[in-house]
């Protein structure tokens, strides 16, 4: 069974730092394309950061604090987040186009959450 599975989240100082983890597991060909997305409490769901090859685009609101990267061979995408704000505070999920028997299928995983205390 082909999910994602994410970790990294929790509880960070203004100005501090965190590294998101999104792993794929199962049997799949590659992963076509891998975003970052973040939703706060009564607010809607935003994208942070995309990687596609390697093209990637940001948030205008994490442009120079965040960046996404990925391990191809370890079917893993990363999230470095540095200079956290306390408006950073969210819950951040993972989605992934990922290739499997030559189709390509979206996931979502399952959130972790990122708090930061100002």
């Known amino acids: 069974q082909v999910q994602l599975v994410e970790s990294g989240g929790g509880l960070v100082q203004a100005g501090g730092a965190l590294r998101l983890y999104c792993a794929a597991s199962g049997k799949i060909d590659s992963i076509a394309t891998m975003g970052w997305y973040r939703q706060a409490p009564g607010k809607q769901r935003d994208l942070v950061a995309v990687i596609r090859g390697e093209r990637t685009t940001y948030a205008d609101s994490v442009k120079g604090r965040f960046t996404i990267s990925r391990d191809n061979a370890k079917n893993t995408g990363y999230l470095q987040m540095n200079g956290l704000k306390p408006e950073d505070t969210a819950v951040y999920y993972c989605?992934?186009?990922?290739?499997?028997?030559?189709?390509?299928?979206?996931?979502w995983g399952q959130g972790t959450q990122v708090t930061v205390s100002s």
């Open positions: 989605n992934a186009e990922l290739v499997i028997v030559g189709k390509m299928w979206s996931y």
